[in-house]
């Protein structure tokens, strides 16, 4: 890729970057603990990742970290996996989260907003009230350190106390979305056994109620180590026979009692997309995430009391816990329940309008939308607050990069980000005080040592390779759960590089220190040497507007050859014709290589998407492979499963 030096798309002025969290930070860090203090962002990076126990110490003290009781050094050991952060420090995450309430009592903490668009506040002190209730119950029905509490919720204000209250009592969260059906909730919970189960009775998507009452039921009868289930009338509806009422134990006035708990105690387990077999049960700590957290929202999204963060997520997607987690910064947190483009594609715009929203972040796959729908947020909507748009979820096209300044703001700053559910952060993405390239996320995270590599270990810039961390992040997991010996955790993640992460995405670092993430690196194009994402497929082809969605695959076939098809999904009203087809290809031989023109264009009826929106391109290519359906994909894991038999249908016709 060409790395010749362009203009930036954004530059932050002058004040911007003094004003900056990190700036001051830096300034502040120089004097106290010795980092640089000129080089910029990128001298600071340099001296996070060289000196990664002074940084992390620093992060602490910044960030006015209560250890109740004092840690014996900041790594006792930083092997990998099994580093070991922060030993003897005694730390509670939903102490931090609710920390505002003693100064900002009246504000909001959560602005609320479901479909009617009209946002309804949760003020700091009845967030905290609310928490102290909640946690006094869950003590009274046994909850204790290191048990497992569920929600089956969507992001209604209820599933924020839910989580804080069950970290205050040192238990352990985990969550699914209401639109996950039975066996793929059961899959993860499952796994973990939860002793106490919160669920809505249903929930309102595209302006329909969809009731959720028979899958609850299914839930309580093969949830066998349950205590407790909770109702949540969302749709109105009584609480089913046994279940405990959600008003009557958030209704008292107590002050939440924090336990105390190791740095390394668990505070949640999130799920992998879980594509096959079951999904991973990833473990991360209060501590690990109470301090990666700060720096990630603190520092490098520049969130502070001022503002209002909104990301368009659901409880099933770690950007859920993230967007929680604005919480631990003083930030007001915006929770939309609904549909992204209802009543019409501008919904999301529409929520940052009338929050105040300073930062938004969205899905790459959402911006591209409204720029084929032609909405025009800066025209229709007063977003003069919106000082960030972030997104994630798949690589930023440069055409969304474009759309956004030239139709949000030609001052706004741009955020691609990229990290993953296994460190429940961002790898490279937001950096308030360095210029945004198009197509390009802006730098590194401070304390992540982010390298592009070759088969062989060696660094490369300015070339595709695997994306490793070659040192410890404190979010990193602590462990799978039911992996006693760690090997599941292992070769997740280690068996590629020892004592390295490989993550399993290719990306370029460029020579002037920005990232570009080209797509998923075990579904990688490999043409005669020549490996390309699919991220830049699906960025150029998706540009025709005939194409309303795409997925390509590399298949390697017993005799040593290479089929590539692309498989096309059409807007409504178009023919994949010989016209299109030269254009597809013509696309594709032009902007991006020869050698990755597809050998077939395929129309098919639909892309297969994870429960969390990923395109399948893994489990699609072991069913190309033959692999038969229940061994090539977890079917609870998967939006539409008959979208599926299409390709096994393909498969089985090719012989």
């Given at each position: 890729m060409s790395t010749a030096n362009p203009s930036p798309l954004w530059q932050p002025t002058d004040e911007v970057v003094a004003q900056a969290q990190v700036t001051k930070f830096q300034a502040w860090a120089a004097e106290e603990h010795g980092a640089p203090s000129d080089g910029g962002y990128a001298a600071l990076h340099r001296w996070s990742v060289d000196e990664l126990d002074t940084f992390w110490k620093a992060v602490t003290e910044w960030f006015d970290v209560r250890f109740t009781t004092p840690y014996?050094?900041?790594?006792?050991?930083?092997?990998?996996?099994?580093?070991?952060?922060?030993?003897?420090?005694?730390?509670?995450?939903?102490?931090?989260?609710?920390?505002?309430?003693?100064?900002?009592?009246?504000?909001?903490?959560?602005?609320?907003?479901?479909?009617?668009?009209?946002?309804?506040?949760?003020?700091?002190?009845?967030?905290?009230?609310?928490?102290?209730?909640?946690?006094?119950?869950?003590?009274?029905?046994?909850?204790?350190?290191?048990?497992?509490?569920?929600?089956?919720l969507p992001n209604i204000p209820q599933a924020v106390v839910a989580l804080l209250a069950t970290a205050a009592v040192g238990g352990v969260w985990t969550s699914c979305a209401p639109d996950f059906g039975a066996r793929s909730v059961l899959d993860r919970f499952q796994q973990v056994e939860p002793v106490v189960l919160f669920t809505v009775d249903g929930y309102r998507y595209g302006g329909k109620e969809h009731d959720r009452r028979d899958v609850v039921a299914e839930l309580r009868r093969e949830l066998s180590t349950l205590r407790a289930v909770v109702h949540i009338p969302l749709l109105g509806t009584d609480a089913p026979e046994g279940a405990l009422d959600w008003s009557s134990l958030t209704s008292a006035d107590v002050e939440p009692v924090f336990e105390e708990v190791a740095f390394d105690h668990p505070l949640w387990v999130l799920y992998s997309s879980g594509t096959t077999g079951l999904p991973k049960a990833i473990v991360q700590s209060q501590g690990g995430i109470l301090v990666e957290h700060l720096k990630q929202l603190g520092l490098h999204c520049d969130l502070g009391p001022e503002d209002r963060f909104f990301w368009y997520t659901s409880t099933g997607w770690m950007m859920w816990n993230f967007l929680v987690s604005g919480l631990l910064t003083g930030t007001t947190i915006v929770l939309y329940d609904g549909s992204p483009g209802y009543p019409d594609t501008g919904a999301q715009w529409r929520?940052?309008?009338?929050?105040?929203?300073?930062?938004?972040?969205?899905?790459?796959?959402?911006?591209?939308?409204?720029?084929?729908?032609?909405?025009?947020p800066s025209r229709d909507f007063d977003l003069a607050r919106v000082r960030c748009v972030a997104t994630t979820g798949?690589?930023?096209?440069?055409?969304?990069?474009?759309?956004?300044?030239?139709?949000?703001?030609?001052?706004?700053?741009?955020?691609?980000?990229?990290?993953?559910?296994?460190?429940?952060?961002?790898?490279?993405?937001?950096?308030?005080?360095?210029p945004v390239y198009i197509g390009e996320l802006q730098a590194p995270g401070l304390g992540t040592d982010l390298q592009s590599w070759d088969p062989s270990g060696k660094p490369l810039v300015d070339e595709v390779g695997e994306l490793v961390v070659t040192n410890p992040m404190p979010s990193m997991p602590i462990r799978f759960w039911n992996d006693p010996d760690g090997s599941r955790y292992h070769d997740s993640y280690f068996d590629t590089y020892p004592g390295v992460w490989r993550h399993g995405d290719w990306i370029t670092v460029t020579s002037r220190g920005s990232v570009v993430i080209h797509g998923r690196s075990d579904s990688t194009l490999n043409r005669q040497g020549v490996r390309m994402g699919s991220a830049d497929i699906y960025e150029a082809v998706e540009r025709l507007p005939e194409i309303r969605e795409s997925l390509v695959i590399g298949v390697e076939q017993p005799d040593g050859g290479y089929w590539m098809p692309l498989f096309v999904h059409l807007a409504p009203g178009a023919v994949l014709d010989e016209a299109l087809l030269g254009r597809i290809k013509r696309t594709i031989r032009e902007q991006l290589s020869p050698r990755h023109v597809p050998d077939e264009v395929i129309e098919v009826p639909g892309v297969p998407h994870t429960l969390t929106g990923k395109r399948i391109e893994v489990p699609v290519k072991r069913l190309l492979q033959g692999t038969p359906m229940d061994k090539a994909v977890n079917i609870g894991s998967v939006d539409n499963v008959e979208l599926l038999r299409f390709y096994e249908e393909l498969a089985r016709a090719r012989g």
């Open positions: 014996a050094r900041v790594l006792g050991d930083r092997s990998m996996p099994g580093a070991q952060w922060f030993p003897g420090a005694t730390v509670n995450y939903a102490e931090h989260a609710l920390r505002a309430a003693e100064t900002r009592a009246d504000e909001p903490a959560l602005l609320y907003v479901d479909e009617t668009h009209e946002a309804v506040p949760v003020t700091w002190s009845d967030l905290r009230r609310q928490v102290g209730s909640l946690a006094a119950e869950l003590r009274a029905l046994g909850v204790r350190p290191g048990d497992r509490v569920s929600g089956y929520i940052a309008e009338r929050t105040g929203a300073t930062l938004y972040g969205t899905s790459a796959a959402y911006v591209m939308a409204c720029r084929k729908a032609g909405v025009h798949s690589p930023l096209p440069p055409d969304g990069f474009r759309w956004l300044h030239d139709e949000v703001r030609d001052d706004l700053w741009i955020a691609s980000v990229s990290g993953g559910t296994d460190v429940c952060s961002c790898f490279a993405g937001a950096v308030p005080t360095l």
